[in-house]
């Protein structure tokens, strides 16, 4: 199939992956497999993150060309902060989702990249806004991403239902991305996978981390229903 | 002027579908949706991509419309020949290995992928996959443009111990998931159940498949 073509069409490391978020009443899951391969059948990392916090509450993360996506968002982080301090206070989720958004639509030429952005603001609390890939940005309850997500659009339809609690929101992210995983042979690894929330109940005192808290899944323990 | 129409269209009527067997214990269900597109254009929405090789042997259609529905008459009389030769019911098997000859001699010429299923009395139910030449016998098979759409669902969903009705609900789910989400498959549904007793052959409108959460609305 002429599916993964597109891959091999990016040069240099790619990360041929899977990238989903998930909106519950109190926050936010967002999640990536951690595979980086060059030219479909080289794994450059075994162990990539691909989930990236562009400010305290806010978290994005990167499909496509690794290259792009790591300079689009290190761009967005550093706009994200100046913005923030120029507010005088933590920015909105959808100031983030804009500013990637800005990026890949006005460079669209040049980049080959797409982002899920998520987080917890203190206006419209939890949100998850998709950047595809020429600049499109739209918000949804649920979204998933990136080469390995064709392969769980019927998972995802079938198992998303409104209004899940945080648990069950994270066996579904789990299982989507194990499912993906299986099937992709550009997805692989382990599971990485952060939960945003207003107030983070098992939280370390770590200043990056401060707000939301990060799982990490290994590939041999993957849960399956 | 613009018509719309793809003038030149190098492959012709191309069956992006999403096609499905499942075994259970005493039989097969089969289904397909029934989209032939030509391009952008759906040319017919009620395409039956299930064809019967034989009483008790049906195989789905994938792929070029016309390579996939000429390998299925090729097969239909070579098996009727063979049914005569050997005075019995053919087995399933004798069947996918008559599609698989033909898909794997012209392999390079041909573009189709069917899935041969059905009832015999030495195996009980089969389901055989034949994709590029290949030979699989599978619990289950998935093909066409719409099955990629529904990996993950039937890897979590699928059970060993599936029920006759069971079977026909996860086909069927299987189906809806598929068509809402591939632009080349839709339509109806067609579900073909296989056993012992004979075949039954449903068809489930458009409106009256299940419905699943839709996230943008």
């Not at chain 1, 091999?8 to 041929?16: A, E, I, P």
């Not at chain 1, 899940?164 to 066996?171: G, L």
């Not at chain 2, 189906?175 to 007793?197: C, F, H, N, P, Q």
């Amino acid at each position: 199939m002429n599916r993964h073509s597109f891959d091999s069409r990016v040069k240099g490391v790619s990360l041929g992956t899977t990238i989903l978020a998930v909106k519950f009443a109190g926050g936010v899951i967002i999640g990536s497999d951690s595979r980086a391969s060059m030219g479909g059948s080289y794994v450059s990392s075994k162990v990539i993150n691909k989930l990236v916090q562009v400010h305290d509450r806010i978290f994005c993360c990167m499909s496509g060309s690794l290259a792009d996506a790591q300079a689009i968002t290190r761009a967005a982080k550093f706009q994200l902060a100046f913005h923030s301090i120029q507010m005088d206070e933590p920015p909105l989720v959808m100031a983030a989702a804009s500013i990637m958004q800005e990026l890949c639509y006005q460079h669209k030429e040049e980049l080959s990249a797409g982002f899920i952005t998520a987080g917890w603001d203190r206006k419209k609390g939890p949100q998850v806004y998709s950047v595809s890939m020429g600049g499109m940005l739209v918000s949804q309850p649920f979204t998933i991403g990136g080469s390995g997500s064709t392969y769980i659009y019927g998972y995802a339809d079938a198992k998303y239902k409104p209004g899940m609690t945080r648990e069950e929101c994270q066996t579904f992210a789990v299982n989507a991305l194990a499912l993906a995983m299986g099937r992709d042979n550009v997805s692989g690894g382990v599971a990485h996978l952060a939960i945003i929330s207003e107030k983070g109940e098992d939280m370390k005192e770590d200043a990056d981390r401060a707000l939301s808290q990060s799982r990490c899944v290994m590939g041999n323990s993957k849960a399956k229903e | 002027m613009q018509d719309g129409i793809e003038h030149g269209s190098p492959s012709g009527l191309k069956m992006g579908t999403t096609i499905i067997a499942v075994e259970f214990d005493g039989g097969v269900v089969v289904g397909s949706d029934s989209r032939v597109s030509a391009g952008a254009s759906v040319v017919n929405r009620v395409m039956n991509k299930l064809s019967p090789l034989h009483d008790k042997i049906y195989c789905a259609l994938s792929g070029s419309a016309a390579d996939a529905q000429t390998i299925a008459e090729i097969v239909n009389y070579q098996l009727d020949v063979h049914s005569i030769e050997v005075d019995e019911d053919p087995l399933v098997c004798s069947a996918a290995t008559l599609v698989k000859n033909i898909s794997y001699k012209y392999k390079e010429e041909l573009s189709a992928h069917l899935i041969v299923a059905g009832w015999d009395r030495r195996a009980g139910g089969q389901v055989y996959a034949t994709l590029n030449g290949l030979l699989t016998r599978q619990p289950f098979a998935v093909g066409g443009s719409g099955s990629f759409y529904i990996y993950g669902f039937v890897d979590a969903e699928y059970r060993s111990d599936m029920t006759r009705q069971e079977c026909q609900e996860f086909v069927v789910n299987s189906l809806s998931l598929a068509m809402s989400r591939d632009g080349s498959s839709g339509g109806v549904a067609y579900v073909v159940t296989i056993d012992s007793e004979g075949v039954e052959e449903k068809c489930i409108l458009g409106n009256q498949l299940p419905t699943f959460y839709d996230p943008d609305i």
